[in-house]
Nanobody, 127 residues
Framework: QVQLVESGGGLVQAGGSLRLSCVAS????????MGWFRQAPGKEREFVAV????????SYADSVKGRFTISRDNAKNTVYLQMNSLKPEDTANYYCAASIYDADTDYLARTSAYMYWGQGTQVTVSS
């Protein structure tokens, strides 16, 4: 059973940056696709970014493309989300998730593709 713990959230002004981390325990994530999702109050959880197990293939939601970068360090069992040029609309609880499927990125944009989820870390962007 893989456990995921996110960290790095906080309060930042618009235009600022944050780096989220997701550390896995209870197993290696080296063969998992790893995704980041977010959920704002009153809204559904939405896809942000995914990195395939090798770290070579990534995909992003249009709303964050060019501003966010997902990466992974399999030796540290950790996935990162570098968020730059943050906007108030990026405010949400951010979740890390792991999928056993080495599938295309369209499939990996679905919450149903993921077996393991963290508890989330809150990101608040002030205007």
């Amino acid at each position: 059973q893989v456990q995921l713990v996110e960290s790095g959230g906080g309060l930042v002004q618009a235009g600022g940056s944050l780096r989220l981390s997701c550390v896995a325990s209870g197993g290696t994530i080296s063969t998992y696709a790893m995704g980041w999702f977010r959920q704002a109050p009153g809204k559904e959880r939405e896809f942000v970014a995914v990195v395939r197990w090798s770290g070579l293939l990534t995909s992003y939601a249009d709303s964050v493309k060019g501003r966010f970068t997902i990466s992974r360090d399999n030796a540290k069992n950790t996935v990162y989300l570098q968020m730059n040029s943050l906007k108030p609309e990026d405010t949400a609880n951010y979740y890390c998730a792991a999928s056993i499927y080495d599938a295309d990125t369209d499939y990996l944009a679905r919450t149903s593709a993921y077996m393991y989820w963290g508890q989330g870390t809150q990101v608040t962007v002030s205007s």
